[in-house]
């Protein structure tokens, strides 16, 4: 079983719908070589879109999956690489760094972009996304950046990630944007209900979700919310003969949105059941005891 693939945006680059979400990355603690068969587990599986950020590890995390796209030429070539940019805070590895900002001018999306490059030790970025949404953007100057970038060959496409409706209309008028990667799961409905899926159905763009599992607060959380929906899962994942959790990712990958789904774990049988999930057809039934078990109430 592998991860089935879609075609993004119209005349959009095609992903896996399992996506490998490296933000943890520099928490494995790792060897290259452990990476590299992580990677090539990935591969395996169908699973060849990479999420990756700036900033992620304290400015680390692209860093190490380069030394491991180092260790073994010619691997890069087989993923299709999704980074961000947009957030500056103080690091080790950002001393001149004082202060925690947003930063979405021209001059820091090009410089940042050139600097993932470097650090993944990678030709070019399939997806570059704006991180966060910056209350001093400039749409004409990020669309300038976007044109640089694409015109230098540094970058494919683009997108954005935490962005409303609004702010995501308002960039994509002046540049074609690809996705919007946000916060979902059973715990965090927001996005089904905010229009952000709405949008996505109306401009044919398939969203990424992040925290599908509510970071792990899912299977944790020992409120009454979480407890209630952990009895459906287990009751459906039992009728079913599937785990808990690919069940919950199941909810979020039978929107019609076709939402792409981030990874978090190092596991390879965690990629599996979300390989699986992205399978799994849940009944009408199904969706709406779990959307019941979440919200507390019945539907109207």
């Excluded at 019609?256 to 979300?274: I, N, Q």
């Amino acid at each position: 079983m592998k991860s089935p693939r879609l075609q993004i945006a119209p005349n959009g680059p095609e992903f896996s719908r399992i996506v490998l979400g490296l933000w943890r990355l520099s928490s494995w603690q790792m060897s290259p070589a452990q990476r590299v068969a992580f990677l090539q587990a990935a591969l395996d599986l169908g699973i060849t879109t990479i999420d990756q950020a700036d900033i992620y590890g304290d400015y680390t995390s692209e860093t190490l999956l380069g030394e491991a796209f180092a260790y073994a030429p010619g691997l890069s070539q087989q993923f299709q690489i999704v980074t961000k940019c947009g957030i500056q805070f103080p690091a080790a590895l950002r001393p001149a760094q004082t202060s925690h900002i947003y930063n979405t001018t021209a001059q820091h999306i090009i410089a940042s972009a050139e600097n993932s490059l470097r650090s993944m030790q990678i030709d070019a970025i399939d997806l570059l996304l704006i991180h966060r949404p910056d209350p001093l953007m400039d749409a004409d100057e990020i669309a300038e950046a976007f044109s640089q970038l694409h015109a230098s060959g540094k970058v494919k496409y683009f997108g954005v990630s935490n962005f409303t409706n609004a702010q995501f209309e308002l960039l994509h008028s002046r540049y074609p944007l690809v996705t919007n990667q946000v916060e979902c799961s059973l715990m965090q409905m927001a996005p089904i209900y905010d229009g952000s899926f709405d949008l996505c159905q109306r401009l044919r763009i398939a969203p990424m979700i992040w925290s599908a599992l509510a970071g792990g607060a899912l299977f944790s959380d020992a409120g009454e919310n979480a407890q209630a929906i952990r009895v459906c899962l287990e009751d459906i994942a039992q009728q079913l003969d599937v785990s808990s959790s690919c069940v919950a990712l199941a909810w979020l990958l039978n929107l019609p949105s076709r939402p792409l789904v981030l990874t978090g774990s190092s596991r390879v049988s965690v990629l599996e059941e979300a390989i699986q999930a992205a399978q799994l057809r849940l009944s009408r039934e199904h969706w709406f005891d779990l959307w019941r078990a979440a919200k507390g109430f019945d539907i109207p």
